[in-house]
């Protein structure tokens, strides 16, 4: 596959960008479910990762702080959410990655994971670029629904001048309207002329902002689309949310995929990304 221009970011004992593993997926529930539940999507994950000869970071999130409801369950809290993930990571045999919403949370973050992850709507903030940078941790930074692709360069500054040991970039759509989100292709190749390896969020690109009566509603039938299209024009990696029963997953049920649709997905993925790198030898 003919990889966009990037660095290498490295995460526990993988690789995300350059050319010997084209493809990462970082994958798993929104938020921390129950631990069968969690146990069940991670051998999911990586058993199909596996199989098709994926890397696989393993994501969740302890809490959700940015949910559209205060009635809206947020998830275990910090010190439980992470030690679950500690525990996820051991038992799975694969990095793991969770969002950070303070500064004060990163370093303790930081030593149970190997990825730390800023939303999109908190990508501006330079304290809290700086507190992940310094954990000696990479960062993956979600691209505000608010800015333009090209404007990531200057949340690359903040981290690099912050002393960051490696980034990612990911797409998740901008926002066009009143409850839309819509994803620029061309933009994926100007992000990556930024430096870090390009991630394309397939799941929260397919949501329709404060469309839903205290929740985000979505479109999850389009994922498998949006995922072709972004394999197909070169990221490093992708980032999908999934659960065994969407419409009971404590957030973004309206986006999570169920497990069938994922495996689809990831192998439409593989037979894209052999099909460039056929192309790629023969040009």
Do not use: W
Not at 90 to 112: K, M, S, W
Not at 150 to 158: A, C, I
Request: glycine fraction near 10%.
């Amino acid at each position: 596959m003919p990889a966009m221009p990037t660095t290498v970011c490295r995460v526990g004992s993988l690789e995300i960008g350059g050319t010997a593993v084209p493809l990462t997926v970082i994958a798993g529930p929104c938020v921390l479910e129950d631990e069968a539940t969690n146990r069940r999507i991670g051998l999911f994950l990586r058993d199909l990762c596996g199989e098709l000869g994926l890397p696989l970071v393993f994501k969740a999130s302890f809490d959700k702080a940015n949910r559209s409801s205060v009635e809206s369950p947020r998830g275990p809290g910090l010190q439980a959410g992470l030690q679950m993930l500690a525990g996820l990571g051991r038992e799975l045999g694969v990095p793991t990655t969770t969002d950070v919403h303070e500064p004060h949370q990163a370093a303790a973050a930081a030593e149970h994971v190997d990825l730390l992850q800023v939303p999109a709507f908190l990508c501006r903030q330079t304290d809290l670029l700086a507190a992940c940078a310094a954990t000696g941790r990479p960062v993956n930074v979600k691209k505000g629904q608010f800015l333009s692709p090209d404007e990531m360069r200057h949340v690359v500054g903040k981290l690099e001048a912050a002393g960051a040991t490696g980034i990612v970039l990911t797409e998740r759509g901008t926002f066009f309207g009143y409850g839309r989100l819509v994803n620029d292709f061309i933009g994926l190749a100007d992000m990556a002329d930024i430096g870090p390896p390009v991630c394309f969020d397939v799941t929260h690109s397919t949501q329709l902002p404060g469309a839903g009566r205290g929740v985000t509603a979505g479109r999850p039938e389009r994922a498998r689309s949006l995922c072709r299209a972004a394999v197909a024009a070169g990221v490093n990696a992708l980032f999908l949310e999934t659960h065994p029963d969407p419409v009971r997953a404590r957030s973004d049920a309206a986006t999570q995929q169920p497990f069938e649709e994922v495996d689809r997905m990831l192998r439409e993925a593989v037979a894209i990304a052999k099909a460039l790198a056929i192309v790629a030898v023969d040009a």
